[in-house]
């Protein structure tokens, strides 16, 4: 089982800046994907950005040249740093994991684009 805990989420201004943290405990050894998804109000959950275990790297279209996903060995952490942020990137973000054994997320942090 892998634990993950999420901070980093905020209100933010239009044009601003966020980083997101997502920690990674327990059975994080077989781990092969850590990624981003988002949720927002009256929408389908869409992925954001992941990080394969080789090192290569998927973007949403709409997150491209804006966002970038990197990821802490040492710390067993993956990072979603957010520039330009816009009102379209409000949503509940949610930290995921995945193993031969299935995934694993975390509880979501909210993220607040004020126009």
């Known amino acids: 089982q892998v634990q993950l805990v999420e901070s980093g989420g905020g209100l933010v201004q239009a044009g601003g800046s966020l980083r997101l943290s997502c920690a990674a405990s327990g059975s994080i050894f077989s781990i092969n994907v850590m990624g981003w998804y988002r949720q927002a109000p009256g929408k389908q959950r869409e992925l954001v950005a992941r990080l394969f275990s080789g090192g290569y790297i998927n973007y949403a279209d709409s997150v491209k040249g804006r966002f970038t996903i990197s990821r802490d060995n040492a710390k067993n952490t993956v990072y979603l740093q957010m520039n330009s942020l816009e009102p379209e990137d409000t949503a509940v973000y949610y930290c995921?994991?995945?193993?031969?054994?299935?995934?694993?997320w975390g509880q979501g942090t909210q993220v607040t684009v004020s126009s």
């Open positions: 995921y994991v995945d193993r031969l054994s299935g995934r694993s």
